[in-house]
């Protein structure tokens, strides 16, 4: 897949996400394709992830996500209309 096939993968996250401020496994069907959708571009990057176990959404095109390794991303679309997936320490 490309980066491109991950920006796609995105904009269904945003669409799905619009309107949520928190998101969590389990909650509805919707909160639980915005994790898949999260941990499918956090893969398409090639960073470790395994599965995205939470999200909350910081703005539009905007998340940070958490992982069931412990480890957090921040996803989000930047003014080019790139895919960015930034590691949070």
Do not use: W
């Not at 920006?7 to 669409?15: I, P, Q």
């Not at 969590?24 to 915005?34: F, I, K, L, Q």
């Not at 999200?55 to 412990?70: I, L, R």
Request: hydrophobic share 45%; with cysteine.
């Amino acid at each position: 897949m490309t980066i491109r096939a991950g920006a796609l993968a995105l904009v269904g996250v945003v669409t799905a996400g619009l309107g949520l401020t928190a998101l969590a496994v389990g909650e509805t069907s919707g909160d639980v394709s915005v994790t898949k959708d999260l941990t499918s571009v956090i893969a398409l990057h090639g960073l470790p992830c395994g599965n995205v176990v939470s999200a909350t959404q910081q703005g539009k095109d905007d998340y940070v996500a958490s992982c069931e390794n412990g480890s957090r991303y921040r996803v989000f679309v930047d003014a080019d209309g790139r895919v960015i997936v930034e590691k949070i320490d």
